[in-house]
T-cell receptor
Framework: NAGVTQTPKFRILKIGQSMTLQCTQD?????MYWYRQDPGMGLKLIYY???????DKGEVPNGYNVSRSTTEDFPLRLELAAPSQTSVYFC????????????FGQGTRLTVV | GQQLNQSPQSMFIQEGEDVSMNCTSS?????WLWYKQDPGEGPVLLIA?????ELTSNGRLTAQFGITRKDSFLNISASIPSDVGIYFC???????????FGTGTRLQVTL
């Protein structure tokens, strides 16, 4: 029972570098989400997807891009890393309405220096 | 955007004590969820509430969906050391099942 799997677990980036955070789920969930969690704060929604081929912006999308070519995968791309993107990133998935319970991965801790 | 105010921010209690925390919103939610986050881990779902007034239990945990749909509370009875962590409320509305999270209640349990 893998659930939601995120890679890598840790990463240090230099300012201006790019990277992709990987997320895959094996629960056949339609909905997938990317959140970021800053120290001492709750989670803020970056992007979400309600199915393969469909993505939409969340609360804090600037500086990020996503794609959803398959039901299982929902990668998050940072094109030009900035110190403000230092955070812990969580991917989540859910069946969607009416069952809105989201299941989370273990997170990717990203530091931009 | 929507905001969830969660209180208290932190709690220090003794093992065996009961705990109560709550979450209030400026807007209505259709679903309330309570999550627990351990250090270095992702949030894990504790309880889901789908109906105004609903009271749901999961072992020593009890949560309620407020009648106004703008608040929820979580009670933990007879706390134990493994209850230590950060508890988040989350509200959901809309067709995309997007969650709005509170800022968390950090719980410490002393022996």
């Amino acid at each position: 029972n893998a659930g939601v799997t995120q890679t890598p677990k840790f990463r240090i980036l230099k300012i201006g570098q790019s990277m992709t955070l990987q997320c895959t789920q094996d629960m056949n969930h339609n909905y997938m989400y990317w959140y970021r969690q800053d120290p001492g704060m709750g989670l803020k929604l970056i992007y979400y997807s309600v199915g393969a081929g469909i993505t939409d912006k969340g609360e804090v999308p600037n500086g990020y891009n996503v794609s959803r070519s398959t039901t299982e995968d929902f990668p998050l791309r940072l094109e030009l890393a900035a110190p403000s993107q230092t955070s812990v990133y969580f991917c989540a998935s859910s069946y969607g309405q009416p069952n809105t319970e989201a299941f989370f991965g273990q997170g990717t801790r990203l530091t931009v220096v | 955007g929507q905001q969830l105010n969660q209180s208290p921010q932190s709690m220090f209690i003794q093992e065996g004590e009961d705990v109560s925390m709550n979450c209030t919103s400026s807007s209505i939610f259709n679903t309330w969820l309570w999550y627990k986050q351990d250090p270095g881990e992702g949030p894990v779902l504790l309880i889901a509430l789908y109906k105004a007034g609903e009271l749901t239990s999961n072992g020593r945990l009890t949560a309620q969906f407020g009648i106004t749909r703008k608040d929820s509370f979580l009670n933990i009875s007879a706390s134990i050391p493994s209850d230590v962590g950060i508890y988040f409320c989350a509200g959901c509305t809309g067709t995309a099942s997007k969650l709005t999270f509170g800022t968390g209640t950090r719980l410490q349990v002393t022996l």
